[in-house]
């Protein structure tokens, strides 16, 4: 009885604390927000203890339960859940994701809660597919994009990784990972070559209607861009570069790609060399023309000061 006063009096301070959470989210967060470092789960995966209770408190998933999400967790600490307690599609699923979430499969498996629609679309997705049929690690999930369940915010907020300031950078986690791009044949310096493209400028140059890379691969349902459904595949581009561009033709949308500049994408190579020959071609003949006027002036001065100074009669 004395032991239970004790516990009691030591978590009272927890449960008056501002927020949201319960008293199952506080007893959580009494050991985990102070714990550091990573610990060695039985299969050998390292697990990041720490829990950040500022920071959750102020997420989406600030007034969530700690056990809505980790389902193989009961009220009491680290007790396991039965597995027949499990709802049939989270342990389902839990088992196609088990590749890509090696510490806590169900936790991951349990977004589809409340996030069922979505869901469905990434899981018909290329990064949706390379996880749960090719049982690739590396294929992007949702913490990929979104980061820690604990600390995600809305993509209104700046810190939010899927913010339209910060999803080029998101994206670009994976697809400028040189192993990644090989691995899966997605080309180099995909990013790079958005950055130096018009549309890549005018999001540089923070243009609030400039395309993203999510304007036109879409979000959590992307295809690849050889399947017919993907908004850019070839039949489909003109549709999703008329978005901004009425009129888009087959000739104009040839023209937008990612692959890197030389004889397999002549195009975008031969009318950069252009616009830099002409961008040269206009200062030199500014500057030609202002030597001229200034050799003109110079010389029309020397020849009047000459006349003047020449024998009067």
Known sequence: MRRCLIVAFLLFPLLCLPGSGSADTFTCLACHSAMKGKIRADNNVLIDVNV?????????HGGFDCIMCHKQFQS???????????????????????SKAKADPVALAACVECHDEVY???????????????????????????????????????????????????????????????????????????????????FALGHPNA????????????????????????????????????????????????????KDNPIPYYFEKGLIVLLFGVFAFVVGHVILEAFSEIRDFVFRNKKEDGPHE
């Open 52 to 60: 950040d209770s500022d920071k959750y408190e102020g997420s989406v």
């Open 76 to 98: 009491n600490p680290h007790n396991p859940a039965k597995a027949g307690n499990l709802p049939r599609n989270i342990a389902a699923l839990s088992g196609k994701l088990s």
């Open 120 to 202: 469905k679309g990434w899981q018909d997705s290329a990064h949706g597919k390379n996880i749960i049929d090719k049982r690739q690690a590396d294929g992007a999930g949702c913490l990929d994009c979104h980061g820690s369940p604990h600390y995600i915010t809305p993509k209104t907020a700046a810190t939010s990784m899927v913010n339209r300031k910060n999803i080029v950078k998101t994206c670009g986690e994976c697809h400028e990972n040189e192993r990644i791009a090989s691995k899966y044949n997605l080309g180099t310096h995909i990013i790079e070559r958005y950055t130096e493209s018009f549309h890549g400028k005018k």
């Open 211 to 262: 395309p993203t890379c999510i304007s036109c691969h879409r979000s959590h349902d992307i295809k690849k861009w050889d399947d017919p459904d993907s908004p850019v595949a070839w039949e489909n581009r003109t549709v999703t570069c008329g978005k901004c561009h009425p009129g888009a033709s087959k000739k104009f949308v040839a023209a937008i790609t990612h692959k890197p500049y030389g």
